[in-house]
């Protein structure tokens, strides 16, 4: 039974990681109708930038806050000048997804450039300390990880559903032409959806560093596990990437651990195929709207 | 809308050109290049296979797959396994792998009657993350993580070339059927139904097309056509492992597509070339740096471009020659979306 | 002086030219409605006039040009655009499509406006939590006119508000247009191939074919007109 919760607790951990970024490619995908390949590597440059931050002694939650910020601006800017030009994705679906892949290689090799292949450690938001509950081991950068994914989504409900802007992103992601005949400036939208994404993502960087080490490729190992969070819980729906994201970290470790013949090393496939399940009964995910096809 | 230039690009003479320039560089290119930069050449070929099949899923039918690089990786494994420990001769070994590839490309199509765009990405992304780790699962039969080397292929002794040159004219034969089955199975009946169902899946449906069918054939088809393109890897490869068939090889197999022209005849097969060929031309001296070139390269290319290298050299020979005054349409709606793509047929 | 003086309007897609030099005029208070058929150029008119597409020759919104401006622009001027098909945006409810009409707006009536506009389509008060998209044709065209309104706009262009109505759902969509003009003082522009119903209640009128404005005039005059008669009302 400890065991059982200590799986569940590693789980929870992993997901509300997975969570925050799928927290990301969910806005971008509402805003501008894409997949960011980038997202992930996004996150690990700006997670570079709070190491930097960190060793000239400025305490972590400042260094990620500082990161944050900066990847707001950086993500706003990605929309305005590298994806925008290009044109919307209802007709260019193919070369945006290779400029957001041109971003991912062009991230990062730089960070291979800038700060080299070795891992290096990156102090946990949260600190070492850990408490004992029931026999498992849960640390204070795991509560601290769900707690902040907890934050983070109760930020977005009341940006969404208590202000303006937030109306006039849901109105963007729902219809643009209409939402600019009520004045709404859809550029601003679109580059602060990207801008907010990009800020989720830096502190899932920092909280992922946090948990393991810094590494370039910290993200690429989490990549696939993020996208198959957003799509079990719908590429449209925040609330579905948090759902997604709890429930793609829980079941991978838990098929790792008890299901033998599947093993750690084909959880993930494992995962892969109870969500090809739920896309059969429900092509949009679990809380993604379905589009409707016009005749 | 470049009338002139169209035609032009329509021309039995311009065509016939381009097949000679084609042919003049395939009897060229093994006497001009030393066996390495060859090698090159020959990875850029089965590349350029597998990008054509890829082509037909996602640039004719519209279906997005980040998954090829799993059929690939099945072809390969098929002839090093069967050349390996079963002592087929490898050219045999094409026909196991693409049949097999055609069955499971079929099977990964079934669930994408369903499943559109975005989360077809994730289920075809999938199948690329799930590969290399049953290869390791059942390394008594594909060698696992230490790999699986495959007998080489030489020439026959009645012919006087060296290994590499061999494969290229092999390779290079290969490309040239795969492009031609292509471009007949694109401007023939079905070729039309790929496309219709692209372009409006209900529309093509009211048409009479069945376009489940359609969608699961073109699936296995394209499988089939990666899967041959990794039969030519492993014969020029000769050492498979894993890692060579992970995720980034389905990106690029992607980007080959598009950074081509996807949608195009040619295209794919230019990209290949230039996917494979680019980390050889940006060598800033540093491999980091030069892989910062690449990208950025990629995201400059897209925004000049979007349609791909040979979709942004016909705009700029539409835009060279100025079309006749056109007469505005009837109807309040732009006419432009109403014409078809123009390079959906065109010569090579 | 006009409330919107057009002189000279070209514009279309692309290479494509659709309007070849319109002239019309809008006055304070009046209710103008160009009548076309299909392919007329009546949905390119109305788009050029809100910033949708490019066009040339002289716009003046209130004496001034607004040639050149984006929607979000002409919107802050008090210019309001009900779109072909509505524009629904189909995943906010309906108290929100509501709210985001008043985008532009600073002032602190917005919520009183809201309820002025359930007052005046009581249906849309009894949906007000449903997603827009949920309800039927008639319902988005009421909701569609009083998202528009929501903005308080001194000019409101309306593209065929008929389209995919049952008739007597578009009597009374015509009728509250009417009643807005009345009692809220608006300008409507509207552009419609119902002819008999935007004659009804419209000042003055004129008539688009293929481009150009062929016919002008009060709308009874227009009415009257032998040729109109034949082509729109589907009298002989």
């Known amino acids: ?295 | ?348 | 002086m006009s409330l919107l003086d057009v002189r000279e309007l070209h514009g279309g897609y692309g290479q494509v030219k659709v309007l070849h030099g319109l002239d019309f005029s809008v006055g304070q208070g009046e209710v103008v409605v160009i009548l076309g058929a299909n392919g007329a150029g009546k949905t390119t008119t109305i788009r050029a006039l809100s910033g949708m597409i490019a066009s040339s020759g002289d716009i003046l919104f209130e004496g001034k040009s607004i040639q050149g401006q984006r929607p979000e622009q002409l919107c802050k001027l008090g210019i309001a655009h009900v779109p072909q098909g509505r524009g629904t945006i189909t995943d906010l409810t309906v108290e929100d499509n509501l709210r985001l009409g008043a985008y532009v707006r600073k002032d602190k009536d917005i919520d009183a406006d809201i309820g002025i506009w359930y007052d005046i389509f009581p249906r849309l008060g009894e949906r007000r939590a449903q997603l827009a998209g949920q309800m039927s044709g008639g319902e988005q065209q009421m909701l569609a006119i009083a998202r528009a309104a929501m903005a308080r706009p001194k000019l409101l262009l309306l593209d065929e508000p008929s389209l995919g109505l049952a008739p007597l759902v578009t009597q009374e969509v015509f009728k509250q247009l009417a009643d807005i003009n009345r009692d809220r003082g608006t300008t409507l522009l509207v552009v419609e191939q119902n002819a008999n119903l935007a004659l009804s209640v419209a000042d003055r009128a004129y008539v688009l074919e293929t481009g150009a404005i062929i016919t002008k005039g009060t709308a009874a005059e227009v009415g009257a007109d032998e040729a109109v008669r034949r082509a729109y009302l589907g009298i002989d």
């Open chain 1, 1 to 295: 039974m400890d065991e059982l919760l200590q799986q569940l607790v590693n789980g929870f951990s992993n997901g509300a990681v997975y969570a925050s970024l799928a927290l990301s490619l969910v806005l971008v995908y509402r805003a501008s109708g894409l997949l960011n390949f980038a997202q992930g590597e996004m996150a690990m440059v700006a997670t570079y930038g709070a190491w930097e931050l960190t060793e000239r002694d400025i305490p972590v939650a400042v260094a990620i806050a500082i990161a944050m910020a900066g990847s707001f601006v950086f993500g706003a800017l990605i929309e305005r000048l590298l994806i925008r030009p290009v044109g919307d994705a209802e007709t260019h679906a193919l070369p945006l997804t290779i400029v957001t892949i041109g971003g991912f290689i062009t991230l990062n090799a730089f960070a291979q450039w800038r700060w080299g292949t070795a891992v290096r450690s990156f102090p946990p938001l949260f600190g070492n300390g850990k408490i004992t509950v029931a026999g498992a081991i849960i640390t204070h950068q795991v509560i601290g990880t769900v707690a902040s994914l907890l934050v983070v989504v109760g930020l977005l409900f009341l940006l969404f559903q208590k202000t303006k802007l937030g109306l006039a992103i849901r109105s963007v992601s729902s219809n643009v032409e209409s939402s600019r005949l009520v004045g709404v400036p859809v550029g601003v939208v679109l580059m602060v959806s990207w801008g907010i994404a990009a800020a989720i993502g830096a502190l899932a960087g920092g909280l992922v560093a946090g948990n393991q080490d810094l590494s370039p490729f910290m993200m690429q190992f989490i990549l696939v596990s993020v996208f198959a969070s957003a799509t079990l819980g719908g590429f449209d729906s925040p609330l579905g990437a948090v759902v997604g994201g709890l429930l793609v970290g829980v079941f991978e470790v838990l098929i790792g651990r008890y299901v033998g013949i599947v093993g750690t090393d084909l959880a993930l496939g494992a995962t892969f195929v109870l969500i090809l399940g739920v896309l059969v009964v429900r092509p949009q995910g679990l809380f993604g709207t379905a589009k409707v096809r016009r005749v």
């Open chain 2, 1 to 348: 809308m470049g009338g002139g230039a169209l035609a032009l690009l329509e021309n039995r003479w311009v065509r016939l050109g381009a097949w000679l320039v084609a042919a003049l560089l395939i009897a060229v290119i093994p006497q001009s290049f030393e066996d390495p930069d060859l090698q090159i050449f020959n990875y850029a070929l089965a590349s350029a296979v597998a990008a054509i099949g890829l082509n037909l899923l996602t640039g004719f039918n519209g279906q997005i797959s980040v998954g090829h690089g799993a059929f690939f990786g099945i072809g390969a494994y098929t002839t090093g396994i069967l050349v390996a420990d079963h002592g087929w001769p490898h050219l045999a070994t094409f026909v196991p792998a693409a049949l097999l590839c055609f069955v499971i490309g079929m099977a990964v199509g079934l669930p994408a009657l369903r499943i559109h765009g975005a989360y077809l990405a994730l289920v075809t992304l999938a199948m690329a993350t799930v590969f290399p780790q049953l290869i390791l699962r059942y390394e008594s039969v594909t060698g696992g993580g230490s790999g699986l080397a495959v007998p080489k292929w030489n020439p026959p002794d009645s012919v006087d070339l060296s290994r590499e040159q061999f494969h290229f004219y092999l390779f290079a034969l290969v490309t040239v059927a795969a492009y031609l089955l292509v471009r007949n199975l694109i401007h023939s009946r079905m070729g039309r139904a790929i496309i219709a169902v692209r372009d409006d899946e209900t529309a093509a449906t009211v048409l009479g097309i069945d376009a489940a069918k359609v969608k699961v054939m073109t699936f296995g088809l394209s499988a089939a056509l990666a899967g041959i393109g990794g039969c030519l890897f492993a014969v020029a490869f000769r050492s498979l492992s894993p890692t060579l068939f992970g995720i980034l090889l389905s990106i690029e197999l992607l980007v080959a597509v598009v950074v081509g022209g996807s949608a195009t005849l040619a295209g794919p097969i230019i990209g290949a070339l230039f996917l494979e060929w680019s980390p050889e031309v940006i060598d800033a001296g540093d491999g980091q740096v030069s892989q910062i070139l690449f990208g950025v390269l990629l995201i400059a290319l897209m925004r000049v471009a979007p349609g791909g290298l040979l979709g942004g050299a016909k705009r700029l020979l539409v835009r060279a020659m100025p079309p006749p005054a056109l007469e505005p349409p009837d109807d309040d709606e732009p006419a432009a979306s109403a014409a078809p793509p123009p390079d959906t047929v065109e010569g090579p």
